[in-house]
Structures are given as structure tokens and as C-alpha cells.
């Protein structure tokens, strides 16, 4: 009998640390050579780890969702003999083991030890073999069982195509309906709280964030952009939009008595499309906050809505406090009064800071789109173009139509482009239907 320990090797990507989602085995567990003990997620992607050792699993040195440095032990199996000749040990100085010979059937390669084509053609037909007969009936392997969590796709629900029933990443991103999740998805209430911190070692008194903790794939994906333009790295997106229903709306408003003293515009309307729209997707309500401990994303629970203004001292973002709170017409009298004080060269330093996010208004001065930077310590900024009157194609007919282009910049550290996609399509369907408003 011997104890062996385990350490994190190099899955073959040169990566310096992994983040270990899920055991596949407990102590007590007996376990074979090349047996998968955990799932690992890379800066690329999530991977089966297989035991190096035949024996029974004795310990579990880190737990689920722990960031692992490679060559750190993360499991100590009692071995009822020495590993197969030629096998890798973990133990070995520097973690570098001698390669398996090609033309040996018996010997133990650890993924990103050794290379036999043999063994690698062997591994992944153990890897089919698990997931044809994982657990509750459902034929899915590790990183497409990753994706259905991330999705909240309930896998049995998921029809598979791939062999013996087996359900593909394209079998779950169909299942998640991404197309019409824009249109579809229920809009969640407020939450009571006004920000979470997760995790919180040590949480604010007033639990006024949610921080979310950046690695794996995030972190990669942080560190690979943050370097491409300024300190955020910005990406742009646009969309044309009907807005004729729009027009229509804020004719009718201002035709209402409670509005007689009120500017209404079409501004204000995408003000709370844009609202509307953070609640369906809170990640664009972030920033991204770097600590001692790494970087952490803070999501917002309440909105303060920054206003971009051209003044005669030059440009200022003043935020309206608490924007989600907001009647229609509490919000058009807040955006009058803001862009009255800020022409007036009156705006105080408590209304210019804590923004979350930020409009502006590009079509006032005739523009159609743009790409404009983000306010400091937010993650996104978007704009409106000038509404004009253009030719429009429905149902094969051309018409009229008054037509405005929503386009907008995003931190690509904290929102990827589906997500981007979402929030902009969210905008674009209340001012082509208002009364989304009412929802």
C-alpha cells in the first residue's frame, strides 16, 4: 500500500491554474488508471481530468469552484500497487514524466503527459463511453453539461441528435431559444436588494453590490481584451429601428394634461426602453473593480441613469439618482430638470458621480450612429441617432416610416456580444411597440 498525491498537471494548453468544477469521485471511491476523477475548466475550455493512479480515493484536497495553480495536489488516492510501467507520476520533480512509447496499449497517459496516438485515440473513447451512460438517463458530456447550467437548460428536457441520443452544445443553445429570448423572456421584478457582493469576505453594512469573482474563462477573456483600447476595451454595436410607434406615443403624452408642463421627446422614451432593458439584462448595469484578492464584476440592483450633455463648458454626464424607480412622468421632469441645470452650468458634483450607466442623444446634432466611450467605472453607453423619415420594407411593401439607429459601446471584459445583442434588441422593440412599457 502507498499514498499517492495528485497534483494539478498541464492539460497540454500551457495554462498556469485551472478552476475545478466538479469531482467526479468521493473518498471511499475505488478508481482505475485513467479513470476521470474531476471536470476542470481552462482559459479554454471545461476538460475531463483521468487518474494517474489505480487505488481508492482517500482525500479531496480543494473544493468544487477553487482556482488551482498548476503542480498544487488536489487529491490523495491509497494505491494497491505502483502505477503501470511508464505511467506518469505526479510526484515527479517539476511535474515533467517521461513520455509513454507509442506502441504500448497498458500504460497510463495522463492528458498533457506523453503522447502516444494510441492512448489519445483510447481517451477519447472512454470519454464517449462516460457520457453514453452518465448519470439520470441523459447522454451529455461535461462541457455541453456546463453550458445547459450557464443556459438554466434542464438537459432531460433537451432532445439529443448526436450518436446513441448523445446531446450536443447545438442540441442546448437550440433548446435555450436564443433567437426569441429578446421577445420571450419574462421581465423579473426589481430586486429588494440594492446590490449583492459575491462572494463577500468582507460584505459593505448596506449590501449595496454584487460582485461576481472573474476567472476561467472570464479572466481569460478580460486579460486577452483589456490590452486592445484603453483601460476598458470597448465593442460597438447598432441596429436600425422603426420608430413611427414612438412618434406616436409621444404625441399622445403630450396631448395628456398630467404632462402639460413637461417636455416630452422622443429621448425620453429611450430612456426607459433603456431601463426596461437593463432589467432583463443586469450584466450591462456593471463595472468592473479590480482588488487585492483579482478583479471582481459589480452588478447594479438600481440604476443611476447618466445623461450626456453638451454644455458651454464642454461635456458632462449627470446622473438621474435611482432612475428605475421612476414613473414616466417622474423620469421626464428628472431629465428636464437635468439637462435645464447642466445648460446652466449648475450641476452639483453629487449629481455627476455614481453613475451605472449612461444615454446620449447624438441625433440632436444630426447624427445617425456612433461608437462613443464609456463613462468611467461603467459598462456600457448607448445612443440614439436622429429620427428621420426613410423608406421601410413590411411584409414586402415599401412604406414610410420614421426610423432612428440605436447604437451603443460596452466593456468586452464584463459583456460578451450575445449579451450585448440582447440588451440592444430589447431597446430597439420598445421604441418600435411602447406599450412594452406597460409589461
Do not use: C
Not at 93 to 105: R, V
Amino acid at each position: 500500500m502507498a499514498m499517492e498525491t495528485f497534483h494539478l498537471p498541464d492539460v497540454g494548453e500551457g495554462l498556469t491554474e485551472a478552476e475545478l468544477v466538479e469531482w467526479r469521485v468521493k473518498p471511499g471511491d475505488a478508481v482505475a488508471v485513467n479513470d476521470t476523477i474531476a471536470d476542470i475548466e481552462t482559459a479554454k475550455s471545461v476538460v475531463e481530468l483521468p487518474s494517474p493512479f489505480s487505488g481508492t480515493v482517500r482525500e479531496l484536497l480543494v473544493e468544487e469552484g477553487d482556482t488551482v495553480d498548476v503542480g498544487a495536489p488536489i487529491l490523495t488516492i491509497e494505491s494497491a500497487a505502483a502505477p503501470a510501467d511508464d505511467a506518469p507520476s505526479s510526484s515527479s520533480e517539476g511535474g515533467a514524466t517521461p513520455e509513454a512509447p507509442a506502441d504500448s496499449s497498458d500504460s497510463a497517459v495522463l492528458v498533457g503527459y506523453g503522447s502516444g496516438a494510441e492512448a489519445k485515440t483510447r481517451r477519447r473513447a472512454r470519454s464517449h463511453d462516460r457520457a453514453v451512460t452518465s448519470s439520470v438517463g441523459v447522454i451529455a458530456k461535461p462541457p455541453v453539461r456546463k453550458l445547459a447550467r450557464d443556459l438554466g437548460v434542464t438537459l432531460s428536457d433537451v432532445t439529443g441528435t448526436g450518436p446513441s441520443g448523445e446531446v450536443t452544445r447545438d442540441d442546448v443553445v437550440k433548446h435555450a431559444d436564443q433567437a426569441s429570448v429578446f421577445r420571450n423572456l419574462s421581465t423579473p421584478a426589481w430586486p429588494a436588494e440594492r446590490e449583492r457582493r459575491i462572494p463577500a469576505p468582507q460584505p459593505p453594512a448596506d449590501d449595496r453590490y454584487e460582485a461576481i469573482p472573474v476567472k476561467g474563462v472570464r479572466k481569460a477573456t478580460a486579460n486577452a481584451v483589456s490590452g486592445s483600447a484603453y483601460t476598458a476595451p470597448h465593442v460597438s454595436v447598432w441596429t436600425d429601428v422603426d420608430a413611427s410607434r414612438t412618434m406616436e406615443f409621444v404625441k399622445r403624452l403630450k396631448q395628456q394634461p398630467q404632462f402639460a408642463d413637461v417636455r416630452i421627446s422622443p429621448l425620453l422614451v429611450f430612456a426607459k426602453a433603456l431601463l426596461w432593458a437593463v432589467q432583463r439584462n443586469p450584466e450591462i448595469n456593471s463595472s468592473w473593480i479590480e482588488t487585492e484578492s483579482g478583479a471582481e464584476i459589480q452588478v447594479r440592483g438600481y440604476v443611476n441613469l447618466g445623461i450626456a450633455a453638451a454644455t458651454p463648458r464642454g461635456l458632462v454626464v449627470p446622473n438621474i439618482k435611482d432612475a428605475h424607480d421612476m414613473s414616466i412622468r417622474e423620469l421626464a421632469l428628472a431629465l428636464q430638470n437635468l439637462t435645464t441645470k447642466a445648460r446652466e452650468g449648475k450641476t452639483s458634483p453629487e449629481e455627476l458621480a455614481g453613475g451605472t450607466i449612461t444615454i446620449t442623444n447624438i441625433g440632436v446634432f444630426g447624427m445617425d450612429a456612433g461608437t462613443p466611450i464609456i463613462n468611467r467605472g461603467e459598462a456600457g453607453i448607448v445612443a440614439m441617432g436622429a429620427i428621420r423619415q426613410k423608406p421601410w420594407v413590411v411584409d414586402g411593401e415599401v412604406r414610410p416610416a420614421w426610423v432612428t439607429t440605436v447604437s451603443g459601446s460596452f466593456d468586452h471584459r464584463i459583456v460578451d456580444g450575445d449579451k450585448i445583442s440582447r440588451f440592444l434588441a430589447d431597446i430597439a422593440a420598445v421604441l418600435e411597440e411602447p406599450a412594452l412599457l406597460l409589461d
